[in-house]
């Protein structure tokens, strides 16, 4: 079976998809089903309608203080109502922190939106950039027990009952390692997006010699043509001076 015909299966198969599925779809709403295909097209597109983190809420959420959205007042921060936040959607400044993240990375690597994998590759980049800006909210107001504003974190390792005190021991926060995971994980992605440049340059340039090869051989082949012309003439001119050289004897 030839590759088209694999890849045509394959199409197939996905376009009907399992009969529950089929009869599940069959049953809801076209609001739902419109509501979902918009969902499927944003996740093709990008990261960013999935990566941010769930909005719960002013009362429940641990960015609540980098968050745009309450007002800051000499007394604290003024969350309003819950109408004013994306309730069970997207975090608003992770989502747009993300979208604006892959305008950049396409802008600046020159990457084609319409190429899957050089875009597959630039969310992945915008996530490390995500999660990198997340990690460093958990550590400018704390995580949830108040620690790594410091880069450190400390270890309870045991207990005194005598003395009713606790040994502890201090070390770089997690957050740390992540970050620098990170880091790394950028770093691997940068150079696969190079790698894939290059050897679609050399895959170009290859074909780019081979055309180059096809117009000079064309080029060669005309100049034989010429050149042979150009003997068959003189053979022609050579007899005819030696008729003319006969008629005047």
């Known amino acids: 079976m030839s590759k088209e015909e694999n890849q045509a299966k394959l199409f ?47 009362d429940k959420c641990i960015f609540i203080n980098h968050c745009p959205i309450p007002e800051r007042t000499m007394s604290g921060l ?7 936040y994306p309730m069970y959607q997207p975090c608003i400044l992770e989502k747009l922190y993300m979208e604006q993240k892959m305008i ?16 597959a590759i630039v969310n992945e980049l915008s996530l490390v950039d995500l999660l990198k800006n997340r ?33 502890s021991t201090t070390k770089l926060h997690p957050l740390t390692d992540f970050i620098e995971k990170l880091e790394k994980r950028r770093q691997y992605w940068s150079n696969q997006l190079l790698e894939t440049r290059k050897a679609r340059f050399d895959v170009n ?32 001119l050579s007899v005819l001076e030696d008729t003319v050289i006969k008629i005047d004897d």
Not at 78 to 84: A, H, M, N, T, V
């Open 104 to 119: 950049d990375y396409c802008q600046h690597l020159d990457v084609d939106p319409s190429d899957p994998f050089e875009m």
């Open 12 to 58: 197939h198969s996905l376009a009907n998809g399992d009969e529950e599925y089929q009869a599940y779809l069959d049953r809801i709403s076209d609001r739902k089903k419109a509501r979902v295909q918009q969902s499927v097209g944003r996740m093709t597109t990008g990261l960013h309608a999935t990566a941010p983190v769930m909005c719960n809420g002013p």
């Open 205 to 236: 340039m290859k074909m780019g010699l081979q055309k180059e090869e096809s117009k000079l051989l064309k080029e060669l082949s005309g100049m034989r043509g010429l050149l042979q012309d150009l003997a068959e003439g003189r053979q022609e």
């Open 135 to 167: 990690a460093m909210m958990i550590v400018s107001a704390g995580d949830k027990d108040g620690e790594g504003q410091d880069m450190m974190k400390t270890d309870i390792t045991g207990f005194n009952p005598e003395t009713g005190q606790q040994s």
């Open 78 to 84: 003024q969350y309003g109502p819950d109408s004013d």
